[in-house]
Nanobody
Framework: QVQLVESGGGLVQPGGSLRLSCAAS????????MGWYRQPPGKERELVAS???????FYRDSVKGRFTISRDNVKNTVYLQMNSLTPEDTAVYYC???????????????WGQGTQVTVSS
């Protein structure tokens, strides 16, 4: 099996910055896409940013120019640098990864436990 461990959440003031990290561990062939979702209180989970194994990226419109996703394929870790944070960014952030158990297998979806990000003055 695969475990995704997240870190880096916390309380910050508007305009501040945080960097989230998510490390994958276990036995697998490779990891395809990795990304970050978030779920504000009382709202639906939404995709924030994602990156393929070869560096193709996606950002939702509301975070473009403020957030940057990156990954280290040696450490099997994905990061989310969040700048110019606003109260609307307050949510539980979840790491997601498509993990291939073998070379020919299709990627299987795994989720982290979630880390709280609170932006408040």
């Amino acid at each position: 099996q695969v475990q995704l461990v997240e870190s880096g959440g916390g309380l910050v003031q508007p305009g501040g910055s945080l960097r989230l990290s998510c490390a994958a561990s276990g036995r697998f062939f490779s990891i395809a896409a990795m990304g970050w979702y978030r779920q504000p209180p009382g709202k639906e989970r939404e995709l924030v940013a994602s990156m393929s194994s070869v560096g193709a990226t996606f950002y939702r419109d509301s975070v473009k120019g403020r957030f940057t996703i990156s990954r280290d394929n040696v450490k099997n870790t994905v990061y989310l640098q969040m700048n110019s944070l606003t109260p609307e960014d307050t949510a539980v952030y979840y790491c997601n990864a498509g993990v291939k158990p073998t070379m020919l297998a299709s990627p299987k979806d795994y989720w982290g436990q979630g880390t709280q990000v609170t932006v408040s003055s």
